[in-house]
């Protein structure tokens, strides 16, 4: 509240007592002189009382303007009229004294005397808020009777008029120190209320600062949860997320299934596109794959689809079913699939993603049992790559055991060449025309300890997954060669024969494979025109071309034959098979051993091709003395197959 308000409030207050003191002292005065010797007393009685009233309703108007605007100083007017009522009641006093002292008798003198000096003491106190006008007041009360009474030439007055002039001078000196007292106290309890104001302000700010504080820590807490939780490339849960999702277990086991999905070749699409195309293929993914999900497991009734980007190009999704249901899903999840495997439009390039997926399916009812699950739709995806990408396969008992065969066969690889286990057989390739044996294709053969002997279909594909691909392809080059060398001159056409190594894209693309084969061909010892390296249609991929065709050049230019094998069987651009230094195409035996109407066409396709750019064509796989008459006729250069030879641990040369 403001200094001068509580001042005002104050002086207020005080002054209604000071009202009331007048007043009884006005009647009191009336009881004391005698009416009959004073007859103007009762007129200033009368005349006193009514002030003492009018002040009383000055100061009540006063106080009730103050109550209802209790911050407003009052108005000037307001001051002056309460100043000027008690001024005047003092100078009432004094007129009552002055002009009674001739008049009144000795006892009512000093009676007057000590009724203004009572009067006096008290506005010390009830004026002590008035600085001036409390002055005022008592001075007006007591100095001009004092003057009245040194004047009158009464010893005796004059005696009280020096006493009464010294107890005036005290009062002053009394009101002074009263007003003092209340101005500081005042100002103290201002300064005191300010302070409490402030510091409960302050303690607003600070519990608001808190109470701002304690959400943001709860929105970093969530951000955190959400991060820590939560890919940040997709949105999708990660590991941790999809792994620690809590959903409601029911009374009754409910029914899972996992999804697990990779993407085939994201790798190579990564590189060819570049990183930044790469991520938005994966959100676009992931937008698809939320939306496809959820559209699913309304179809399928499943209520919770944790759906997670597992790592890299991988990505589960579990969806959980109340009821184990009656209809095949099937359906649906080859819908499903062929919804994610539709093209996508990223930046300038209109990508078209395989994806293989394996499904597990079981009843749960914990995260615990989902880890186990996990395993088994993995091993299903693996199947389902295993059977060439780009499809969905589902988990067995049969996928299992397979699984376990593939780990440890991938396990036995990368130690085979060192323990004895791989061996090499050649195969005889005989010009279509005289049957003579002119090269001898290097097959590979591997002995497991446990599985016994494993057919390179299945371990090549194994050993292609990692590394052990080029170790491996290293032997068989070293081996092949060094033996080759040591064949003598074939009977018959006069020329030692060429031996044909089959060689795996993921050889022919590493940068020093060319300096592999030189370095081999001179440790061996073996001409570079007698050796042959056998590759697959693979290697007509634009994702594999730029980085084998300067090998295969290199090696070309070195005397290096280059034959494509198993011609027929993939479906890249023929178109490139120009801008590849070919000697010959291997028509893939599917084509000769079924030898229909459809083969056939594939065979004089092959030949027509092979003519075209002047390649050189062996067909493999020939069962039959037919099979090798219609080929021989169809103008093959080349044949090989069960009829002509088997593969053998020795040549016949
Ligand atoms: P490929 O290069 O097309 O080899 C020819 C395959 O056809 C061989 O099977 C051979 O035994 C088989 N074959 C030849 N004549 C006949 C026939 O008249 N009838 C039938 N049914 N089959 C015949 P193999 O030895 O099982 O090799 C399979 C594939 O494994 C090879 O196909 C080749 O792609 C791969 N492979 C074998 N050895 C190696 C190697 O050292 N390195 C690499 N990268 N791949 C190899
Ligand atoms: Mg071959
Ligand atoms: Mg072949």
Same mark, same amino acid.
């Given at each position: ?17 000071? %009202? ?74 004094? $007129? ?332 005889? %390739? ?9 090269? @001898? ?100 991929? &634009? ?8 090998? $295969? ?8 034959? %280059?034959? $494509? ?52 064509? %062996? ?18 250069? &080349?044949?090989?197959?069960? @009829? ?10």
């Amino acid at each position: 509240m403001l200094y001068k308000v509580r001042l005002w409030r104050e002086n207020l207050n005080n002054h209604t007592q000071g %009202i009331w003191a007048n007043a009884a002292a006005i009647i009191g005065q009336s009881f004391i002189i005698d009416g009959r010797s004073v007859h103007w007393q009762s007129a200033w009685v009368s005349v006193a009382l009514v002030l003492c009233a009018l002040r009383y309703l000055l100061e009540r108007y006063c106080l009730r303007a103050l109550n209802r605007q209790a911050e407003t100083p009052p108005p000037g007017w307001q001051t002056m009229l309460l100043s000027a009522g008690a001024i005047a009641s003092a100078m009432l006093w004094s $007129l009552n004294a002055v002009v009674g002292m001739p008049d009144y008798s000795a006892s009512e003198k000093f009676s007057v005397m000590i009724i203004i000096s009572a009067l006096a003491g008290g506005a010390t106190g009830t004026l002590a808020s008035m600085r001036i006008v409390g002055k005022l007041y008592i001075a007006s009360l007591l100095l001009p009777t004092c003057l009245a009474m040194w004047l009158s030439g009464d010893d005796h007055l004059a005696i009280l008029a020096v006493l009464g002039t010294i107890f005036a001078l005290i009062m002053l000196h009394s009101h002074q120190n009263n007003f003092r007292l209340l101005d500081n106290t005042l100002r103290l309890t201002d300064e005191k209320e300010t302070l409490i104001r402030q510091l409960s302000e302050n303690n607003r700010h600070i519990s608001d600062v808190n109470s701002h504080l304690e959400q943001r820590i709860q929105e970093r807490t969530q951000a955190l949860e959400f991060l820590a939780n939560h890919d940040p490339l997709t949105s999708l849960l990660n590991r941790r997320g999809f792994l620690s999702y809590s959903y409601q277990a029911g009374t009754v086991q409910r029914q899972q299934t996992l999804i697990f999905i990779d993407l085939d070749h994201f790798k190579d699409i990564n590189e060819d596109m570049g990183h930044d195309h790469g991520d938005r293929l994966l959100q676009a993914f992931s937008q698809r794959l939320s939306h496809e999900v959820a559209k699913l497991a309304a179809f399928i009734g499943a209520s919770d689809y944790p759906i997670c980007r597992w790592g890299g190009d991988e990505f589960v999704v579990c969806l959980l079913r109340e009821v184990n249901p009656s209809d095949d899903s099937t359906p649906h999840y080859r819908q499903l699939h062929a919804a994610l495997s539709a093209s996508y439009q990223i930046g300038p390039h209109q990508v078209h993603l395989g994806l293989s997926a394996g499904i597990f399916e079981s009843l749960t009812d914990s995260m615990p049992q989902t880890k186990q699950a996990l395993a088994c739709a993995d091993i299903a995806t693996s199947e389902a790559k295993k059977n060439g990408r780009g499809q969905i396969s589902f988990y067995s008992d049969n996928s299992y055991a397979m699984q376990r065969r593939r780990l440890k066969l991938a396990q036995a690889l990368t130690q085979a060449h060192q323990d004895d286990s791989l061996t090499l057989q050649f195969q005889p %390739i005989l010009t279509a025309s005289s049957l003579q044996i002119v090269t @001898y294709e290097a097959l590979l053969r591997w002995q497991h300890p446990d599985y016994g002997p494993v057919a390179p279909d299945e371990f090549i594909a194994l050993a292609e997954t990692s590394h052990a691909i080029q170790t491996i392809g290293r032997w068989v080059l070293e081996q092949a060669c060094r033996q080759a060398a040591s064949w003598p001159i074939g009977a018959g056409h006069g020329r030692p024969c060429k031996v044909a190594v089959n060689t795996s894209i993921r050889q022919l693309v590493q940068p020093d494979f060319a300096t592999l084969v030189g370095n081999t061909l001179a440790a061996t010892g073996l001409a570079p025109s007698r050796l042959i390296i056998e590759v697959t249609e693979s290697v007509l991929d &634009e994702r594999n071309m730029g980085r084998a065709s300067a090998t $295969l050049h290199t090696l070309h230019q070195l005397g290096v034959e %280059i034959h $494509l094998d198993d011609f027929g069987t993939g479906y890249s651009s023929l178109s490139r098979l120009r801008e590849l230094p070919f000697d010959a195409l291997k028509i893939d035996k599917s084509f000769v051993i079924g030898m229909d109407e459809k083969s056939l066409t594939v065979v004089e396709a092959a030949l027509l091709i092979a003519r075209k750019y002047g390649l050189r064509v %062996i067909a493999e796989g020939v069962e039959t003395a037919a099979q090798m008459h219609t080929l021989q006729q169809m103008g093959v250069d &080349e044949l090989q197959g069960f @009829y002509l030879g088997k593969p053998a641990n020795n040549t016949t040369v």
